[in-house]
Nanobody, 116 residues
Framework: QVQLVESGGGLVKPGGSLRLSCAASGFTFSSYAMSWYRQAPGQEREWVGVITTTSGGTNYADSMKGRFTISRDNAKNMVYLQINSLKPEDTAVYYC?????????WGQGTQVTVSS
């Protein structure tokens, strides 16, 4: 069955960096656009950005441009989110998402906490 498993979250100090990973299985990974979302406590889920299928082109929410980088490895069925210069307001659960047409899959999320 379809699985998306995020990892790499944790507690990090402001100014630090993290690379989140999402391992995909159960579907043809290379044909799905992969996105990252985040949800802070008490807030709605927020789109971070997307990476397309074959070309690997990326697009980010305006507020995420500059510190967030999405990449993918189709050979390993992995998608990554690099976050630099972390701020306390980046504290959230980060989710990966796979989408192709009407098909839409979510992982369970990984917690990122930015605190000194």
């Amino acid at each position: 069955q379809v699985q998306l498993v995020e990892s790499g979250g944790g507690l990090v100090k402001p100014g630090g960096s993290l690379r989140l990973s999402c391992a995909a299985s159960g579907f043809t990974f290379s044909s799905y656009a992969m996105s990252w979302y985040r949800q802070a406590p008490g807030q709605e889920r927020e789109w971070v950005g997307v990476i397309t299928t074959t070309s690997g082109g990326t697009n980010y929410a305006d507020s995420m441009k500059g510190r967030f980088t999405i990449s993918r490895d189709n050979a390993k069925n992995m998608v990554y989110l690099q976050i630099n210069s972390l701020k306390p307001e980046d504290t959230a659960v980060y989710y990966c998402n796979a989408r192709r047409g009407s098909e839409n899959y979510w992982g369970q999320g990984t917690q990122v906490t930015v605190s000194s």
